[in-house]
């Protein structure tokens, strides 16, 4: 018997008492098979060793940007049995739902709020293993009383960069994929490169203002500690939000801030539903977009959602660095098409030839892609 096995028998007692008798019945048929055989051990960005089975089949993930990373680097989603809400809305609204089909199958009910996981139903789905964000200290804690590996994400990170190629190196050692991964770093740096050589030539006073709203309904702004300061500086734009410090998500701004930064490049993420015309056409509730000089000029651009949201870090990273660079500065970025360079990326990184009308989805996201909190 294994050690696992009889760590969930040792337990069982307690748990029929603290976490109720389904609780109970969904452990007793986790299938055990993977840690019966040969396993591996892996170090996760909380510098945790995590025990993993070498036949890995089973894959919950909380944080939203794993099912997209997984993909990237294990070429399938078949693997993938439970992830967040906003993951699913992604896939279902994305290339990627005809990439990855067996993502369909992936639940999102054992997501109970936030990122909370409801630990009776994450046992229903017999995970291999489970990643979850670093603050939900809870949950972690209670799976790995149960025995069942949880790979932490999201700790002890800086910036962008350094969240992408730490997530991409993890998610390689997982699935025992370590050069597919280093591939995927690789086309992010390559594209980083070339454009800060670029750069270099475009004094920081030609740089325009720029701001990303993660949430336009709620003017939530991103500023310093979000994925926001990487992708402006690095493409070519000053950050006006630079001076709050925020969350990835932003944090709640007003009208009169906006009207002070008066930003002349404005991109609005995929976590809401807004697209430019509603700025344009200042149709927003209680907001006057009216004297924004990206509004006046018609700079507001909607960010794509290609293989997952290009705002967060994801196998697109280098569309995204491309895409703004050519945004914010199309004289200096104007010696490439944006819409070969999908094409030229899906078929390199994802073996996948994308027709026409899958690029101008990709480009021109419906709204139905962005995500509504309960």
């Not at 940007?65 to 439970?82: E, H, Q, R, S, Y």
């Not at 993502?103 to 990643?131: H, Q, Y």
């Not at 709640?252 to 930003?263: G, R």
């Not at 290009?310 to 914010?328: E, I």
């Amino acid at each position: 018997m294994s050690r696992y096995i009889w760590s969930l028998l040792k337990k069982s007692v307690a748990l029929s008492h603290g976490l109720g008798g389904l609780m109970l019945l969904s452990m007793l048929f986790i299938p055990f098979q993977g840690f019966c055989g040969e396993t591996f051990t892996i170090t996760d960005t909380a510098g945790r060793k995590v025990e993993l089975p070498v036949n890995l089949q089973r894959i919950v993930t909380g944080p939203v940007v794993m099912p997209n990373l997984i993909f990237a680097v294990d070429g399938t989603g078949d693997k993938l049995v439970g992830m967040h809400p906003m993951s699913k809305s992604a896939w279902e609204n994305s290339i990627l739902k005809i990439m990855a089909p067996g993502m369909a199958k992936a639940t999102t009910d054992f997501i109970g709020g936030g990122f909370k996981m409801n630990i009776e139903e994450v046992l229903k789905l017999r995970p291999d293993v489970v990643f979850q964000v670093s603050f939900e200290k809870g949950n972690i804690a209670q799976l790995e009383k149960l025995g069942i590996p949880v790979i932490v994400t999201h700790e002890g990170l800086k910036n962008l960069d350094h969240y992408l190629e730490k997530h991409i190196t993890l998610v390689g050692k997982v699935l025992r994929k370590e050069k597919r991964a280093a591939e995927l770093i690789a086309d992010f740096k390559a594209a980083d490169q070339m454009i800060a050589q670029r750069l270099v030539t475009i004094p920081k006073e030609k740089w325009p203002r720029g701001l990303i709203l993660f949430n336009v309904e709620k003017l939530m702004a991103t500023g310093s500690g979000s994925f926001a300061d990487y992708w402006l500086n690095h493409s070519g734009a000053e950050n006006v939000a630079r001076t709050i410090k925020t969350s990835p998500r932003g944090s709640t701004v007003n009208m009169e801030q906006i009207l002070a930064w008066n930003p002349e490049v404005i991109y609005i993420t995929n976590f809401c539903p807004t697209k430019p015309e509603d700025l344009y056409n200042n149709t927003i509730p209680g907001q006057d977009w009216r004297e924004i000089s990206a509004v006046k000029n018609r700079r507001v651009y909607k960010i794509p959602l290609g293989e997952y949201r290009w705002y967060p870090p994801s196998g697109d990273a280098s569309l995204m660095l491309k895409w703004m660079a050519q945004k914010n500065h199309p004289e200096q970025f104007g010696d490439y098409d944006i819409r070969e360079e999908i094409r030229s990326h899906f078929s390199k990184i994802y073996n996948f030839t994308v027709s026409e009308a899958q690029i101008d989805r990709i480009l021109n996201p419906v709204s139905t892609g962005s995500w509504r909190e309960k």
